[in-house]
């Protein structure tokens, strides 16, 4: 359920910043029907922009944009208020019995008509994932203390200017801005929507980078763009594909109206999921009673519902995209996890624990070379496969050999004081098992000399220390499992393509060592 979230995260990753800054730029045609033919052109080149300045930084992407975000805000507030004004009797719309009467006079084109109520909702979603950006303190001051009021006054005050002129139902925001100030609220207009799709990219990013760490996605290189903050991440590759796939949209749907269908679903889909999600770790992790989860989550979960099956309607005008941008994501999310498991049953058994390897060097002990070798490890309690393929055909091991297991604990963060444990094993073996949040990445040097100052030793010299690296492949039987096949097809694609582990680590590159090895699929697995 969780992958099936996020991969529509994902669509919803690539449909945002498409519909949000098309849906400004298309103000200008409010002013003129002359500007219909710039408008696609204009927007596609918006979007090359904004994913041009990913490079910069969430955090500075924010800190120059905040403040007209601020203002749009603020305007937006006070165009609701002089219509409100106007036109008190919009106030209704907190009365409950409203919505019902619509409903009870329109029937079952009310319950369609959910498929664009949605889009005022829209942005919840991913207000989850960017906490892990900026926390949750801002995201609650920026929604509660400026955000939702000004959006709800400014819906009031459009509700109240479809009441006293109907016939602007097509363009009820713009209609109430005045005429001398409608170039100037499409550029304010244009510039808030370029956060509103920073505020999705940003998102995409940080749930990457979390599915790495929980070994759910291929590796990616990260860049840090904030000294002081560790959530402010840039993702090079991503940030790229995430352009081509928006600017695609852009080129095929040409208006926001069009697009309308498909980010509803995406919206709606992905709130729903989250809502099942809560659920589960209310019961799971927090103990709550069934019937306390059922009264917080089950009225989220009838609108969310509500809303999913009214944008499904609408499958055959746009709403296929998000489902088959997820369906994408959700194959090579799934493959990817589906691999990592049949790597781990075909290790399973494969090798000696390390007491037992040092035990069996007392009896026959190799030749030893001066330095430090160390050895990656996916699990503490085994010798890695390349340390014996490497004592096994070169004979000869390092006075200091480190086995280093990078363990991803389900948190988003790990203090330093309990990252590391150690254990001397004798012989000069040393095993080291450092804990990192999924919020984190791991730099395997800055690790070593954290251990050095644990255990009174000196593990990295980098003219010394040695680090090996074990590839492994599945050599995959024929067989009449084709879907076993396609998935460990795309598992394999994957990994050919992924960030080397070189990189990811942190490692100087004229120090590894890396050997392969082939290992048999174990098809009952």
């Known amino acids: 359920m969780a992958l099936v979230g996020t991969a529509m995260l994902y669509g919803d990753g690539v449909i945002t910043p498409a519909i949000s800054v098309l849906s400004a730029v298309e103000g200008l045609s409010v002013a003129t029907p002359a500007f219909n033919p710039y408008v696609v052109p204009l927007t596609v080149l918006i979007l090359l922009g904004l994913f041009g300045v990913q490079a910069k930084g ?66 919840g979603e991913a207000l989850y994932a960017d906490m892990g950006h900026f926390g949750r303190r801002p995201i609650r001051l920026a929604w509660y203390g400026l955000a939702l009021p000004a959006l709800v006054v400014n819906y009031l005050g459009q509700a109240a200017l479809l009441l006293r002129d109907p016939s602007v139902s097509d363009r009820p925001f713009y209609a109430m801005v005045p005429a001398w100030a409608l170039y100037p609220m499409v550029a304010l207009a244009t510039l808030a929507t370029v956060v509103a799709a920073q505020a999705l990219i940003t998102a995409v990013f940080s749930l990457t980078h979390q599915a790495m760490q929980l070994s759910l996605s291929p590796r990616f290189r990260v860049v840090n763009t904030s000294a002081a903050t560790r959530g402010q991440i840039y993702m090079p590759a991503l940030n790229w594909l995430l352009m081509g796939a928006t600017v695609a949209v852009v080129l095929g749907f040409r208006s926001s109206a069009s697009l309308a269908a498909a980010f509803g679903l995406a919206v709606s889909t992905t709130m729903a999921i989250t809502t099942i999600l809560f659920a589960a770790l209310a019961l799971g992790r927090w103990h709550w009673g069934v019937t306390r989860v059922a009264a917080v989550s089950g009225v989220f979960l009838v609108a969310d519902l509500a809303f999913v099956g009214a944008n499904a309607l609408k499958f055959s005008e746009g709403a296929w995209l998000p489902v088959l941008l997820g369906a994408g994501v959700f194959l090579l999310m799934f493959s990817w996890r589906y691999g990592r498991l049949q790597l781990a049953a075909a290790r399973l058994g494969s090798g000696l624990t390390p007491e037992e390897l040092v035990s069996s060097l007392h009896v026959s002990p ?87 100052k644990a255990c009174g030793e000196e593990l990295y010299d980098p003219m010394r220390t040695s680090f090996y690296m074990g590839r492994a492949t599945l050599t995959m039987p024929s067989g009449r499992r084709l879907l076993r096949h396609a998935l460990l097809n795309v598992f394999m694609w994957q990994r050919r393509n992924e960030l080397d582990a070189t990189a990811h680590f942190g490692l100087p590159a004229n120090r590894v060592v890396e050997m392969g090895a082939r290992l048999e699929f174990r098809p009952d697995v």
């Open 366 to 452: 190799p030749h030893r070379v001066e330095g430090t070798a160390v050895f990656l490890s996916e699990r503490s309690q085994e010798v890695p496969t390349v340390l014996t393929h490497h004592l096994k055909h070169n004979q000869v091991l390092h006075q200091r050999i480190v086995l280093l297991t990078l363990e991803t604990v389900d948190a988003p963060r790990v203090e330093d004081d309990a990252r590391l444990t150690w254990q001397d094993l004798g012989l000069g073996f040393l095993r080291v098992v450092a804990k990192y949040g999924f919020m984190e990445s791991p730099n395997v040097p800055a690790l070593l000399r954290q251990a050095s």
């Open 58 to 123: 969430s955090g500075r992407v924010g800190a120059a944009f905040g403040p007209i975000l601020a203002v749009w805000f603020v305007v937006i507030m006070i165009l609701g208020i002089v219509s409100l004004a106007q036109t008190p009797r919009a106030l209704s719309a907190f009365n409950p019995t409203a919505a019902y009467e619509f409903f009870e006079r329109n029937g079952f084109k009310g319950y369609v008509a959910l498929g664009a109520v949605v889009l005022c909702l829209t942005g």
